[in-house]
């Protein structure tokens, strides 16, 4: 369904996709959002935005100076797929790090969800919790 502009801002960090990444800084755990709104406060960022010249991606690119990390979100298009997002964190430092990274597209629905269109969008709710790719093999 369609959302008003005030709709949208008021999803903002609630919908869409998150990344959460902990460390250690100056002995401490410590833990980076990558474009949160606040994200300013705690660390020296610096934001770019790139776009490919055939148009059919973005990349969006924040370095923490602080940490000395830089993290990359693309997204892309493909026939078969829709809208692909690929993410890359760099250390930018010499020293290794421990790091637990976490990424997510929180409140979307998963993408072979079959909705009949007479019952309309009031089932989509109960088919918005996250999927999981199926295990092969052994687990560790």
Do not use: M
Request: with cysteine; glycine share 8%; aromatic share 10%.
């Amino acid at each position: 369904p369609y959302r008003t502009v005030d709709q949208l801002y008021d999803s903002a960090g609630l919908t869409g996709p998150c990344t959460f990444v902990r460390t250690t800084h100056d002995g401490r755990t410590v833990v980076w959002e990558p474009f949160a709104r606040d994200g300013a406060q705690w660390f020296d960022l610096s934001r770019h935005l790139y776009k490919s010249v055939e148009g059919d991606q973005v990349w969006f690119e924040e370095i923490n100076h602080t940490l000395a990390l830089a993290f990359r979100a693309g997204w892309a298009t493909a026939d078969e797929h829709g809208f692909i997002r690929r993410c890359t964190l760099e250390n930018l430092s010499d020293a290794p790090r421990p790091l637990t990274l976490v990424d997510s597209l929180v409140g979307q629905i998963g993408g072979r969800l079959e909705i009949d269109c007479e019952a309309g969008a009031r089932f989509t709710i109960a088919f918005q919790a996250p999927e999981a790719p199926p295990r092969t093999g052994s687990s560790p």
